[in-house]
C-alpha cells in the first residue's frame, strides 16, 4: 500500500493512488502538520498549538488522540506511529508533494494544484511553509521561464503583475518582449519596475533587471532557437517518447501520426524540450497551420527559423530562392527541425522535407501530422488516446488521462479535486471522450460554469458543449467540432461517404462488414484513406484486422449520414449484414472445430449486433428483433451474458410477431431470464406458453436451439417426461443435451444410477461433437456424484477437466464458480490451509464480478475457515456474503441466498450465537422451499439444521437431521466435509451405533416424508 499527502493545494491524502476522506478540519490539520516533518516526530505541544491555533481544549494530549484515532480509522495503513514526546508520519520526503517541491524545484511544479494548504490558511501554523513554498514555486518558475519568448509572454504578464517587485521576473519579461519584436514595450516594462523599486523601496534595479535592459538597448538576439516553453503540465506519454528519442537516435526523420486533440504537438513540444540541451545547434519550431498554400510553405519555414532570402527585391521569395536559402542555412547546423501541423501540406512537406535531409547531414527532422509523409526514413510514431482505466482498476485515480483532467480543471475550479466519490463519474466523461486530451481539455473548462455530472450529462451535444478553447490555441483547436472539421475537410468525396456510413456500427467493422454496410467497388480504398488520415485505427484482430472510429468522430459522422439522408438505407444495409452474420456464426457456436472461432468472432461484434437489435426493437419490427435475439441467445448463454439477455428478451418478448422456431427461443430464455431476476414463480406463464407452441416450433423444430429451449420450459414446469417428445431428432447435440437435461431432473426424483447413466451418455455425445460447454456441464456434474460417492480423486478430475472447457469458452461466471469447487474438494481431502489459499486467490479474481458470485465466494471461504478453526476469518467472510447478498440479490435469490445462509448461520452456531443463527437458517429454509426442486440445495440447508442443533446441546436431534438431509438428497455426501466434522462430533458424543440409529430414523421417512416436514413439496419449480 502507497500512501501519498499534497499540501500544495488543499490537504489530499492517496492510498494507492485514491483520493481517501480524512475527516474535518482537525484531521486535516493534522495530516498536514506533521507531513510538514515526514518521517520526524512532531511534539504533543506543537500539534495542540497547531490544531488548535494557540486556543487549545481543557484537556489538550486526550483531544488530540482523539483527532489520531479518527484519522487512522480513516485511512487504514496510515503510518502515523506514537513516538515520544508526540507522533511522527512515517513517509517518505517524496510521499508529500511539498517536501518534494523543497527538494526538486523545477521538476515538481506539475504538483501544484492552487494555493498551498488552501483549506487551513487559517490556522497560523501554514502561514510560513505556505510562503516558503510559493517563493520555490516562483524560483522554479524563472528557471523554466528562462529564453522565454513571445509564447510566455501572457504568463509573464500574470506573474509580474502578482508579483510587480521581483526583479528575476521583471527582468525575464523584458527580454521576452524584446524576442517577441515589440522592444518599445520591452524598454517601458523596465522603466516601469525601475520606478516602482525606486517609489516603494527606494532601490536601484539589480544585476540581472540592469543586464536585461542593456541587452535590448545593444539588440542582442539570443545565439540559439529559444523554444516556447509549455503553458500546461505535460501527462503520460512515457511510452511514447522513449520511442520518439529511440526513433531520433537511429534516424533522421520521425513523424507524430495520429487523430487531431491526441496531442501531438504537446509531446512535440516535450520532446524538443529533452533533448535542446543535447543539441549542438539547438531546436527550430516551426508552426504549419497558419500556412495556407504549399508555395508558401518554405519561406514560411525560413521566417519561422529567423532567416530570409537573399533576394535583392522586397518581394516574397520563390519556392526555389526559399529552398535554396533554407539549404544554406541547415547545410553546416546540427540540430532538429520540428514541423508541427502538416497534414494540410503533406505533399509539400515531404518534398520539402526530403530535399532538406539530402542536402544537410546534421539535421534531424520531427513532423506532427494526421497524415504520415510517406518518403523513404520515415519512422511513424503513433500518437493516439490516452487510456482510460475502470474506476475499481488499481492506481486509476493516478491514471494519465485522470492527472490530466485534474490539472486542467484545478485550472478552471481551483477547488475541483479528485475523489472516491466523483472517479467513476470522470472516468465515464473521459472514455466518452475517447481519452483524446484536447477534448478533456475543453471538457475541464466548462467547470467554469458546470459541475462534472452536467458535463457528463451533456456529451450526447459534445459539439455544442465542448467550444471554449483557449483564445492562444488556433482556430481550429478551440472547439471540438473544429478538430474533426478540420480533418473531415481533407477526405475526398468517396471517403466522406464510408466514414459517415460507418458512424452506424457501434464498436468498428472488419472489411467484410464496411464492404456490405457501405456498398460500392470503392470502400476498401476509401478506408485505406480514412486510415492514412487518422480518421480509423486499424486493430489487428485474430487473422485480419478490425477499423475503429473514436466517438467523437463517430457523432460527427453521424450528423453527416443524417445531413446525406442516408440513415435508413445504412442502418438496414448493417441490420441485414447482422442477420446473414448470425445464421452463418450461430450454428458453429455447437460445433467443436469452430466453436471457439465463433465465439471470438460475436464477441468482437457483439456491441453492433446489440445496437442491431435494440433499433429493431425500438421500430417495433417483432420479426427481425426475433430473427437477431433468437440466434443471440446460445451466445449470451455460453458467454455469461444473462443480464444482457434477460433486458433484450424481455423487450423482444413484449413484440408482436409471428410464430417461429426463434420466438419459442425468445421466449424461453426471456422466461428464464426472468426467473433468475425475480424467482421461478415469475416465469410460469412464459414457460407454459413455450410447452404449448406447435411441434414443429419446438420438439421437432429444425432449430436445434429451439428445441432445447422448448425441453428447458418442459423440466423447469415439472414435466420431463415430455423430453421422449424429442426423441428420434437428427441433430446429436440436441440429442446430447437431452441426455443431460433427462439426467439431471433425475436428481430430483433420487434415481441416481440413470442420473449417472445418462450424464456420461452426454458426455460422451458431446465429446464426440467437440462442444466444450456440454462437456463442462456434464464433467461438473458427473464430479459431483463421484464427490458425493466420497470418490475425491475421481471428483476433482472431472471439475478440472470441466473448468479446462469452461476456460477455453471464457465464460464469466462458471469458471470462478468451478474453482470454488476445487477448492471445496481441497477441504473436504483435508487439505484445508491449500484449500484457504485457493480461495483467497480466487477471491481477488471474483471481485470484480461482485454480487452473488463474490458472496458465495466468501461464504465458502468462511466455511474453509471454519473448518480450520479460524473463527476470526469466518465471522469476517460470512457476514460480508450475507452482507453483499442483501445489498446485491441473487440470481436466482432463493438458492444461492439459502448456501451463504446456511453457512453463516454454521459460523453463529459455532460461536455460540444460537438465536442469530437460527434467524439465518429460517431464511434459508424459506429460500429453499420457495425452489423445492433443487434437492441438493435443501439438503444442504438441513444439515445446517444439524449443526445448529448440535450446538445447541441436541445431539439426537442432529444426526436424526443428518439422516433427513440424505432423505432430501436421495443419497449420503461423502464428500461434505461439515457432514464428516459433526458425525465425527456426534460418534464422540453418542458412540457410532446411537448415531447411526438417530440418523436412520431421519432417512426412514423418505423424500416425501422429509419434504412435508420441512414445509416443501416434491414439485417443480414452479408446481406441477
Not at 35 to 48: M, N
Not at 667 to 679: K, N, P, Q, R
Amino acid at each position: 500500500m502507497t500512501v501519498t499527502v499534497e499540501l500544495l493545494g488543499p490537504v489530499v491524502v492517496r492510498v494507492d493512488g485514491v483520493p481517501v476522506d480524512v475527516g474535518g478540519g482537525r484531521a486535516r490539520a493534522l495530516l498536514a502538520r506533521l507531513a510538514l516533518d515526514p518521517g520526524r516526530v512532531v511534539s504533543v505541544d506543537a500539534l495542540v498549538e497547531a490544531l488548535w491555533d494557540g486556543a487549545p481544549p481543557a484537556a489538550p494530549a486526550n483531544a488530540l488522540q482523539a483527532v489520531v484515532s479518527r484519522v487512522r480509522r480513516a485511512v487504514p495503513g496510515l503510518p502515523l506511529r506514537a513516538q515520544p514526546p508526540g507522533y511522527l508520519l512515517d513517509l517518505p520526503r517524496d510521499a508529500v508533494d511539498a517536501t518534494a517541491a523543497e527538494d526538486d524545484p523545477a521538476g515538481t511544479e506539475h504538483l501544484w494544484r492552487g494555493e498551498p494548504l488552501a483549506d487551513l490558511r487559517d490556522l497560523a501554523f501554514t502561514a510560513a511553509p505556505a510562503a516558503r513554498w510559493a517563493e520555490l514555486r516562483l524560483d522554479a518558475a524563472e528557471q523554466r521561464l528562462a529564453g522565454a519568448g513571445a509564447a510566455e509572454l501572457p504568463e509573464l504578464d500574470r506573474l509580474v503583475a502578482e508579483h510587480p517587485l521581483r526583479e528575476g521576473l521583471a527582468a525575464l519579461r523584458v527580454r521576452a518582449l524584446h524576442r517577441a519584436g515589440r522592444t518599445p514595450d520591452a524598454l517601458a516594462a523596465y522603466e516601469a519596475t525601475r520606478h516602482r523599486l525606486a517609489d516603494e523601496l527606494g532601490l536601484d534595479p539589480g544585476p540581472a533587471l540592469r543586464a536585461a535592459h542593456l541587452a535590448v538597448l545593444r539588440e542582442e538576439a539570443p545565439e540559439r532557437p529559444v523554444l516556447r516553453a509549455a503553458l500546461t503540465s505535460f501527462r503520460g506519454r512515457a511510452a511514447e517518447l522513449d520511442l520518439v528519442a529511440d526513433r531520433l537516435d537511429r534516424g533522421r526523420l520521425v513523424t507524430l501520426l495520429g487523430p487531431g486533440g491526441a496531442g501531438k504537438t504537446r509531446l512535440a513540444q516535450e520532446v524538443a524540450r529533452q533533448r535542446e540541451a543535447g543539441t549542438p545547434d539547438g531546436v527550430w519550431w516551426v508552426e504549419l497551420a497558419p500556412v495556407g498554400e504549399p508555395r508558401q510553405l518554405p519561406a514560411a519555414v525560413l521566417t519561422a527559423v529567423g532567416q530570409r532570402a537573399s533576394t535583392t527585391l522586397e518581394r516574397v521569395p520563390t519556392v526555389v530562392e526559399a529552398g535554396a536559402r533554407l539549404r544554406e542555412v541547415f547545410a553546416t547546423r546540427r540540430g532538429l527541425l520540428v514541423l508541427d501541423n502538416c497534414e494540410h501540406l503533406v505533399d509539400a512537406v515531404a518534398r520539402l522535407t526530403d530535399d532538406l535531409l539530402a542536402g544537410c547531414p546534421g539535421l534531424v527532422v520531427l513532423t506532427t501530422s494526421r497524415e504520415a509523409l510517406g518518403i523513404p526514413g520515415e519512422a511513424l510514431v503513433p500518437v493516439g488516446p490516452l487510456p482510460v482505466p475502470t474506476a475499481d482498476q488499481p492506481g486509476a485515480a493516478d491514471a494519465d488521462v485522470v492527472r490530466l483532467f485534474a490539472d486542467r480543471a484545478q485550472a478552471a475550479d481551483p477547488t475541483f479535486a479528485v475523489s472516491p466519490a466523483n472517479l467513476p463519474l470522470l472516468l465515464e466523461v473521459c472514455r466518452r471522450l475517447d481519452g483524446m486530451p484536447l477534448a478533456l481539455e475543453l471538457a475541464a473548462a466548462r467547470l467554469r460554469t458546470l459541475g462534472l455530472a452536467q458535463i457528463a450529462a451533456r456529451l450526447d451535444d459534445r459539439f455544442a458543449l465542448l467550444t471554449g478553447g483557449s483564445r492562444l490555441a488556433l482556430p481550429r483547436q478551440q472547439t471540438l467540432r473544429a478538430v474533426v472539421e478540420w480533418s473531415w475537410e481533407s477526405l475526398g468525396p468517396a471517403e466522406q461517404a464510408v466514414g459517415r456510413r460507418l458512424s452506424v456500427p457501434p464498436d468498428g467493422v472488419t472489411l467484410e462488414a464496411a464492404e456490405a454496410i457501405c456498398g460500392g467497388p470503392a470502400v476498401l480504398d476509401a478506408i485505406a484513406g480514412l486510415v492514412e488520415k487518422s480518421l480509423l485505427t486499424a486493430v489487428p484482430e485474430g487473422d485480419g484486422v478490425r477499423y475503429r472510429m473514436l466517438e467523437t468522430v463517430r457523432a460527427y459522422g453521424a450528423e453527416q449520414l443524417d445531413a446525406a439522408g442516408e440513415r435508413a438505407a445504412t442502418e438496414a444495409a448493417h441490420t441485414a449484414w447482422c442477420r446473414t452474420l448470425l445464421d452463418r456464426l450461430d450454428p458453429l457456436l455447437r460445433s467443436g472445430p469452430h466453436q471457439l472461432a465463433a465465439l471470438r468472432e460475436l464477441r468482437a461484434e457483439h456491441d453492433g449486433l446489440a445496437a442491431a437489435l435494440q433499433r429493431e426493437v425500438d421500430a417495433g419490427r417483432g420479426d427481425e428483433a426475433v430473427h437477431l435475439a433468437g440466434r443471440l441467445s446460445w451466445f449470451w448463454l455460453l458467454s455469461g451474458q444473462q443480464s444482457v439477455a434477460a433486458r433484450q428478451l424481455a423487450d423482444v418478448a413484449r413484440l408482436p410477431a409471428e410464430p417461429s422456431s426463434l420466438r419459442t427461443v425468445c421466449l424461453t430464455f426471456s422466461a428464464l431470464a426472468v426467473a433468475d431476476e425475480v424467482g421461478w414463480t415469475g416465469a410460469r406463464d412464459a414457460l407454459a406458453a413455450v410447452v404449448a407452441v406447435p411441434a414443429e416450433l419446438g420438439p421437432s423444430s429444425p432449430e436445434p436451439i429451439a428445441v432445447i429451449s422448448w425441453a428447458l420450459a418442459t423440466v423447469f414446469l415439472g414435466q420431463p417426461q415430455r423430453l421422449g417428445e424429442t426423441a428420434g431428432h437428427p441433430d446429436p447435440w440436441v440429442q446430447a443435451v437431452v441426455h443431460a437435461a433427462v439426467g439431471l431432473a433425475a436428481e430430483n426424483d433420487g434415481r441416481f444410477d440413470t442420473l449417472a447413466e445418462d450424464l456420461q451418455v452426454a458426455r460422451e455425445a458431446f465429446r464426440e461433437l467437440g462442444d466444450r460447454w456440454g462437456m463442462s456441464i456434464t464433467a461438473a456434474s458427473l464430479g459431483q456424484l463421484a464427490a458425493q460417492d466420497g470418490d475425491l480423486v475421481r471428483a476433482t478430475v472431472l471439475v478440472e477437466e470441466a473448468l479446462r472447457c469452461s476456460d477455453e469458452l471464457g465464460t464469466s461466471d462458471d469458471s470462478p464458480m468451478l474453482r470454488v469447487r476445487l477448492a471445496l474438494l481441497r477441504a473436504a481431502a483435508g487439505e484445508l490451509v491449500a484449500a484457504g489459499a485457493d480461495l483467497d486467490e480466487q477471491l481477488v479474481q471474483v471481485a470484480r464480478l461482485g454480487g452473488p458470485m463474490l458472496a458465495y465466494a466468501e461464504s465458502v471461504r468462511a466455511l474453509v475457515a471454519d473448518l480450520a478453526g479460524e473463527p476470526e476469518l469466518a465471522e469476517a467472510t460470512s457476514r460480508a456474503a450475507v452482507d453483499r447478498m442483501d445489498v446485491a440479490g441473487f440470481l436466482p435469490p432463493d438458492q444461492m441466498g439459502a448456501l451463504v445462509r446456511t453457512v453463516r448461520a454454521q459460523v453463529l452456531a459455532g460461536r455460540g450465537a444460537l438465536a442469530e443463527a437460527a434467524e439465518q437458517l429460517a431464511q434459508a429454509q424459506r429460500g429453499a422451499v420457495q425452489n423445492s426442486a433443487d434437492m441438493p440445495v435443501l439438503a444442504i440447508v438441513q444439515v445446517g439444521r444439524a449443526v445448529l442443533a448440535h450446538a445447541a446441546g441436541d445431539a439426537s436431534g442432529s444426526a436424526r437431521l443428518l439422516g433427513l438431509a440424505e432423505a432430501v438428497r436421495g443419497r449420503a455426501d461423502l464428500g461434505d466435509p461439515v457432514v464428516a466434522r459433526l458425525r465425527a462430533q456426534l460418534v464422540e458424543e453418542l458412540g457410532a451405533a446411537a448415531v447411526d440409529e438417530a440418523a436412520a430414523a431421519g432417512l426412514a421417512l423418505g423424500r416425501a416424508a422429509a419434504l412435508a416436514e420441512v414445509g416443501a413439496e416434491p414439485v417443480s419449480p414452479l408446481g406441477s
